[in-house]
Structures are given as C-alpha cells and as structure tokens.
T-cell receptor, first 114, second 116 residues
Framework: RKEVEQDPGPFNVPEGATVAFNCTYS??????FFWYRQDCRKEPKLLMS???SGNEDGRFTAQLNRASQYISLLIRDSKLSDSATYLCVVNMGRTTGTASKLTFGTGTRLQVTL | EPEVTQTPSHQVTQMGQEVILRCVPI?????FYWYRQILGQKVEFLVSFYNNEISEKSEIFDDQFSVERPDGSNFTLKIRSTKLEDSAMYFC??????????????FGPGTRLTVL
C-alpha cells in the first residue's frame, strides 16, 4: 500500500462548482497532516493544515479521520485561480528534536473552467 | 515576506560531473530539508538536517549525495557523480520547528537539474 494515496484526477469542474478531494495514508503513527498546492513547475505551497477537529479557511474545508486514516479537502465556489495540483502531505516524525520529513501523495489535478 | 531562495534555477551538467545546489533558508529557521521531484512524479524526501547534522535520509540519498551548512546562511546539496536518473527538480525547504508539530515547511522555487 502506498504511504499516501490520492486520486490523480484530473478533475474538470466549471467555475462555481464544489469539488472534493480524498486521501488515505498508511502509517497510523502519522503526526500531522497538510494540503499543499502546486502550480505547474512551481514549488509546493501550504494551503492548509488539517486538524482532527476539522478546519475551514474561507472556501476551503479540511477534514481528518484518524480511525480511517483518511483526509479530505472540500473547495466551494471554485475559481479559475484554483486550477492547480493539490498535494496530500503527511508527517510521521517526532514532535521534538530532529527534523522530520514530509511524505507526499502524487497529487490531484484540478482544472476549473468557464 | 521571508522566503527560501535557491541557486541556480537551472543547472545542466554532463553525466559523472559533480554539482552543488545552493539554498538560503529563512533566517530564523533551524530545520532544513532537500526534496526532489522527477518530472510527472511526486515530491520525494531526500534528507533533513538539524543542529549541524543529518536527522534522517531516504534510500535515494546514497553515498553520492552530501549536505552541508558551510556558514550561517547557506545550505547546500552536493551530488558527487551525477547520473541520468538524477535529472529532477530539487527543492530546498526550511521550518522553525520539527514538522510533526504542524510547523510549516517553506519551500524554495527549486533548481531544475538536467543531466546529459
């Protein structure tokens, strides 16, 4: 089983649509969870952290289910500028001391059209 | 807004040559990372660095790779003898805390390495 698994898409949606991305991770000891956004040939940029209680940032809502090892991202009222690849990212490291790695999914490509 | 910078943006080299990729992390950050992304594939972890030593390295980070923090600002990745399969985008990242505590890792714009 892949460490972090996502549907690669692409998801083609019209402007204004609601779209949901899902992700599963294999290591139950994972500590922290993120959604990053990556534009074509650019660096990954943090979109939002994902907490057990769920969290919302404007049009974006993220959920975490530790029991099912499942993470989701919901984008409401899609804009053209939301077109990008969305990366599900998990950190399995310790909380103090050493620098711990991020493990990335392959990403889900979103294309928002007029 | 502080940012991670990387030089060069694009490096072309011949197979077997040594390359050094340079990064300037955000100034108050203490944790440093290198990742790579082969075209069309996912971002892969190479190495993490804290307190002047490697914290963790992946299977990719073999004896051909090394990292160094030569002064208070730079963080470098050296590939001693490049192979065709080393062609990729190399991203440097830094954070002000260990990532497991939800400390954001900030990524640089990347160096595209092409090995001919």
């Amino acid at each position: 089983r892949k460490e972090v698994e996502q549907d690669p898409g692409p998801f083609n949606v019209p402007e204004g649509a609601t779209v949901a991305f899902n992700c599963t991770y294999s290591n139950s000891a994972s500590q922290s969870f993120f959604w990053y956004r990556q534009d074509c040939r650019k660096e990954p940029k943090l979109l939002m952290s994902v907490y057990s209680s769920g969290n919302e940032d404007g049009r974006f809502t993220a959920q975490l289910n530790r029991a099912s090892q499942y993470i989701s991202l919901l984008i409401r009222d899609s804009k053209l500028s939301d077109s990008a690849t969305y990366l599900c990212v998990v950190n399995m490291g310790r909380t103090t001391g050493t620098a711990s790695k991020l493990t990335f999914g392959t990403g889900t490509r979103l294309q928002v059209t007029l | 807004e502080p940012e991670v910078t990387q030089t060069p943006s694009h490096q072309v080299t011949q197979m077997g040559q040594e390359v050094i990729l340079r990064c300037v992390p955000i100034s108050n950050h203490l944790y440093f990372y290198w990742y790579r992304q082969i075209l069309g594939q996912k971002v892969e972890f190479l190495v993490s660095f804290y307190n002047n030593e490697i914290s963790e390295k992946s299977e990719i980070f073999d004896d051909q790779f090394s990292v160094e923090r030569p002064d208070g600002s730079n963080f470098t990745l050296k590939i001693r003898s490049t192979k065709l399969e080393d062609s990729a985008m190399y991203f440097c990242a830094s954070s002000d805390g260990p990532g497991a505590s939800y400390n954001e890792q900030f990524f640089g714009p990347g160096t595209r390495l092409t090995v001919l």
